[in-house]
């Protein structure tokens, strides 16, 4: 199973590798899953162009909401529909889509420096 480890200053759950198509995530395994600095979730994650601000609720829960939502859109990067980004952006939330691995690093990096977001990620 290939592993990463980030920095130690950590905070929230941490995607400690991928196995057999899945992240795992301190021991458990997900398909998908969203990431807060409090929680990790199941996420049943609809494909790309069908994501709407419904399909996000778990990670924008998180209150104060957060700066933005790294989005991982599987395998390959895939941008996300305008009207999702203009719906976050209305709630003052950015998204930065990249391709999910990308997105688990990604997120293990803005932790270890206590950025307050969350993160989607689509299976790989």
């Known amino acids: 199973m290939p592993r990463f480890e980030p920095s130690e200053a950590r905070g929230?759950?941490?995607?400690r590798g991928f196995?057999?198509?899945?992240?795992v995530v301190d021991g458990t395994r997900y398909r998908s899953v969203v990431l807060t600095p409090e929680?990790?979730?199941?996420?049943?994650?609809?494909?790309?162009?069908?994501?709407?601000?419904?399909?996000?609720?778990?990670?924008?829960?998180?209150?104060?909401?957060p700066e933005f939502i790294l989005l991982g859109t599987g395998p390959t990067l895939t941008h996300p529909p305008r009207a999702l980004a203009r719906a976050l952006q209305e709630r003052g939330v950015g998204i930065e889509a990249m391709?999910?691995?990308a997105a688990a690093r990604t997120w293990a990096v803005l932790r270890a420096e206590e950025r307050w977001i969350a993160a989607a990620l689509m299976p790989l």
């Open 99 to 101: 391709d999910s691995r």
């Open 12 to 15: 929230g759950p941490l995607v």
């Open 39 to 65: 929680q990790a979730t199941q996420w049943d994650a609809p494909p790309t162009g069908d994501l709407a601000i419904e399909h996000l609720e778990a990670a924008l829960a998180l209150q104060p909401p």
């Open 19 to 23: 196995a057999d198509g899945q992240f």
